[in-house]
């Protein structure tokens, strides 16, 4: 079973940039689909970014494209999600989950909070 | 663009049945999903393809659908399984592929 740790959260001005990681302890990381999905404070879920198993597909929410990019490596076991030109409102609880069949998200991570402020 | 729409709240009392549903036009040809979410919580699977239930997910936890509606039935609602849930589903093209969650359901356990 894959267990996901999110870190890299923290503190950044509107306008800065900030790198996310997320450790997988599984060796089927490599084998596995992987998101990014966030949750500002008392809202609902809002899927970010989807990377494939290898890297070779990549597909983002139009509210990010062009400032975020997702990354992955495998040798490592960690996925990546590079913020740039952040915004208040992007303010959120930033989740990394395993994607399956293209489908559902399944298991999570337990969150790393980005707070985006002056 | 498409959205999946759910009712914001639903209240039961114990040992009643929920059922929360999530629309939307794209549904016949995608498959759902849902979660259960608790306060400072992850999100946790526990519907995938519109009816499979995950393992170590309890049996009262059901889903089905019917074209263009996707419903979570929870059959004998304990206290614990008040949180919020979210229905999720996928739109794609030749172009680009998303997925999208709905906009969530409160449960109450009165």
């Known amino acids: 079973e894959v267990q996901l740790v999110e870190s890299g959260g923290g503190l950044v001005q509107p306008g800065g940039s900030l790198r996310l990681s997320c450790a997988a302890s599984?060796?089927?990381?490599?084998?596995?689909?992987m998101h990014w999905v966030r949750q500002a404070p008392g809202k609902g879920l809002e899927w970010v970014a989807y990377?494939?198993?290898?890297?070779?597909?990549?597909h983002y929410a139009d509210s990010v494209r062009g400032r975020f990019i997702i990354s992955r490596d495998n040798a490592k076991n960690s996925l990546y999600l590079q913020m740039n030109s952040l915004r208040a409102e992007e303010t959120a609880v930033y989740y990394c989950?395993?994607?399956?069949?293209?489908?559902?998200?399944?298991?999570w991570g337990q969150g790393t909070l980005v707070t985006v402020s002056s | 663009s498409f959205g999946l729409t759910q009712p914001p709240s639903v209240s039961v009392s114990p040992g009643q049945t929920a059922r929360i549903s999530c629309s939307a036009a794209t549904l016949p040809n995608h498959y759902a999903s849902w979660y259960q979410q608790k306060p400072g919580q992850a999100p946790l699977l526990i519907i995938y393809k519109d009816s499979q239930r995950p393992s170590g997910i309890p049996e009262r936890f059901s889903g089905s659908s019917s074209g263009t509606t996707v419903t979570l039935t929870i059959s004998g609602v304990q206290a614990e399984d008040e949180a919020d849930y979210y229905c999720q589903s996928t739109d794609s093209n030749v172009t680009y592929r998303r997925w999208v969650f709905g906009g969530r359901t409160k449960l109450t356990v009165l």
């Open positions: 989950a395993r994607g399956l069949e293209r489908g559902w998200f399944d298991p």
């Open positions: 599984s060796l089927t990381f490599s084998a596995s689909e």
């Open positions: 990377i494939s198993s290898t890297g070779s597909s990549i």
